[in-house]
């Protein structure tokens, strides 16, 4: 397993013919010009030329059209030029040759892997474990087509099995590690990743160390693990990885530095330059923050993660309004039935400009907010500012019900309880302004809810922007 944009399946049987000896024969075709062709066709596979490799056998063919070898190195030609329609073809002729081959069968299943079909690959590997139980391949293909069907408990047997067959191989070993890791087996994830370090010092080994002691809750050697990683490969996965360790356990000025060298390499990655923008808000320097952000939603318009930080970073700086404005403005054109697109749009007309003589259409602030509660009427916030809209325009009578729908979503806002209170004062019903705003200050006293509650917005997004575990490629 490894990083990236999806799962994929190794399967080294791909390369089984890759060592054939020279005075391999074909064992159904007699003759040694069938043979010489057949052994050039391995030359030129075994050299990574394709091409050649396909057209020798697909001349070859029709003299041998029964022969396993034959149709077995042309479907490992075509797979290898990611032909996989080819390939099968040839695959399954060659299953159908010689059935009892577990190598045919482990071919087989890379393929109907690599193309979606998932249940088939399954009972050929299934078939090569019952043919070879002791063998590597099909115990270490088996155990990461487990992983992609999102069954990773079940894979670790098999991965097991292969790692004992075959305890030098990298491969295996790092998907069990991050397969112990997955499933909460961190002393041992710890211990085969260490032991793998002691033969092949990787990036991407120190990478996944540093996800086993986070999760064991060792944030030190966790930012360590990452430093390292980042130090050995920084690529981007490992930069943003190592800025996010900081950023999650408020290193801000450590996680600003990360984020800017790692936005030097990577100019247009989005999640990087969010990253960023977060880690300047919470440094409270809100001006560069706003611009980390505003790049980010140019980059990817249509990611969400930006939009929440911006919202945060320009109620605390409502400098640069008209950029703000413009991308909150694309946002809720783009995701028209997204509800916080909506009340993003609307807040930031409304309290965008409130450092200029501008004057506010009310109308349309009303009518986002209606429509971001009409598409989500969970949305606490959405409700309290229309409440206040609402008061702002005299209309108290309809500011109240907003204010008390507010609080049956979110018991715990302070600002629904302040604004209540001030309702009250203005009915003249003195006791229950009172109670309000003691729950309000009581609220307000609880300042590390507040942190803790953006500390968990802070964790969301780094996680949510790491890539998910995947088989090594």
């Not at 799962?7 to 074909?26: D, I, Y």
């Not at 911006?310 to 700086?317: C, M, N, Q, T």
């Not at 001030?422 to 590390?448: I, N, P, S, T, W």
């Amino acid at each position: 397993m490894r990083k990236g944009p999806q799962l994929r399946l190794l399967f080294s049987s791909f390369l089984v013919l890759c060592a054939l000896p020279a005075k391999a024969a074909l064992q159904d075709t007699p003759g040694q010009k069938l043979d010489r062709q057949f052994q050039a066709a391995v030359a030129q596979y075994n050299a990574g030329r394709l091409p050649e490799a396909a057209a020798q056998l697909e001349k070859l063919l029709p003299q041998a059209p029964q022969s396993f070898e034959v149709h077995e190195l042309l479907g490992l030609v075509y797979a290898a030029q990611s032909l996989d329609s080819k390939a099968l073809e040839h695959l399954e002729i060659a299953v159908r040759l010689k059935p009892d081959s577990a190598a045919a069968r482990t071919n087989l299943a890379a393929n109907l892997s690599h193309a979606g079909k998932l249940e088939l690959a399954s009972q050929q590997l299934q078939k090569a474990l019952a043919l070879e139980p002791g063998n590597f391949d099909a115990n270490h293909n088996f155990g990461e087509l487990c992983i992609q069907s999102g069954k990773i408990a079940q894979a670790i047997p098999f991965l097991e099995k292969a790692q004992q067959i075959d305890p030098s191989s990298y491969d295996n070993g790092y998907d069990l590690a991050q397969a112990y890791s997955l499933t909460g087996r961190l002393t041992q994830a710890r211990e085969l990743i260490q032991s793998l370090i002691r033969q092949k010092d990787t990036g991407e080994l120190h990478s996944l160390l540093g996800q086993v002691e986070e999760k064991d809750g060792k944030f030190l050697a966790a930012a360590n693990e990452y430093q390292t990683a980042a130090h050995l490969d920084p690529s981007e996965d490992n930069l943003f990885d190592w800025g996010g360790e900081l950023l999650i356990h408020r290193t801000y000025d450590p996680a600003i530095e990360v984020f800017r060298q790692a936005i030097q390499r990577y100019p247009n990655s989005p999640r990087l330059r969010i990253g960023l923008g977060m880690a300047l808000y919470s440094r409270g320097n809100y001006e560069e923050s706003i611009k980390s952000l505003l790049a980010a939603a140019d980059l990817d318009p249509a990611d969400p993660r930006c939009y929440l930080f911006l919202s945060k970073s320009y109620l605390s700086s409502p400098n640069q309004a008209d950029e703000v404005i413009q991308r909150f403005r694309r946002y809720a054109e783009l995701k028209p039935d997204n509800a916080l697109a909506q009340y993003y749009y609307a807040i930031s007309l409304w309290k965008g400009k409130r450092l200029e003589q501008t004057s506010v259409d009310f109308r349309t602030v009303e009518s986002l907010l209606q429509k971001s509660i009409a598409l989500d009427g969970t949305l606490a916030d959405a409700h309290l500012q229309l409440g206040i809209l609402y008061a702002d325009q005299h209309e108290l009578a309809k500011s109240l019900p907003e204010y008390q729908r507010a609080l049956e979503l979110n018991p715990n806002s302070p600002d629904a309880h302040y604004r209540i209170g001030q309702y009250y004062v203005r009915a003249g019903q003195k006791d229950h302004a009172q109670q309000e705003f003691a729950v309000y200050q009581k609220l307000q006293a609880e300042h590390m809810a507040a942190v803790d509650k953006e500390r968990a917005e802070v964790q969301q997004f780094v996680y949510s922007a790491k890539p998910g575990p995947v088989a090594k490629p």
